[in-house]
């Protein structure tokens, strides 16, 4: 059974909204899935999907198939996951200030 991961189509007229699903790859494109792992609405600007990339990542490795529209959403989630956790502030909210080391009076010579 070739399995892909790929958009089923939802909503309404001239309004798309999509899920993405795990099917058999003979299946029809709004037919029986094996698995919903995430949506995607494109009318909406920026971020605009939500995935499960464990579990997209879970079916790769048993052999399934993204489209290509899934395997950029997939691209997308995991760089907009690294994002905030390299640019996460510190406990209080604010930057710690810089210390500056106590050094010893200069003595002068005159």
């Known amino acids: 059974m070739a399995v892909s991961i790929r958009l089923r189509r939802e909503g309404a007229k ?3 909204y999509y899920k993405v699903v ?3 790859s003979r299946s029809p494109r709004d037919g029986k899935f094996i698995e919903i792992i995430g949506t995607y ?8 999907s939500s995935l499960n990339v464990e579990r997209a990542e879970y079916w790769i490795s048993k052999g399934a198939q993204p489209s290509d529209t899934v395997r950029s959403l997939i691209k997308k989630t995991k760089k907009q996951a690294a994002v905030p956790e390299a640019s996460a502030p510190t406990e209080g909210g604010a930057p710690e200030p810089i210390q ?3 050094l010893p009076p200069v003595e002068t010579s005159s």
């Open 14 to 16: 001239n309004r798309p």
């Open 41 to 48: 609405d494109p009318k909406i600007p920026g971020h605009n």
């Open 100 to 102: 500056q080391e106590s």
């Open 22 to 24: 795990v099917a058999d």
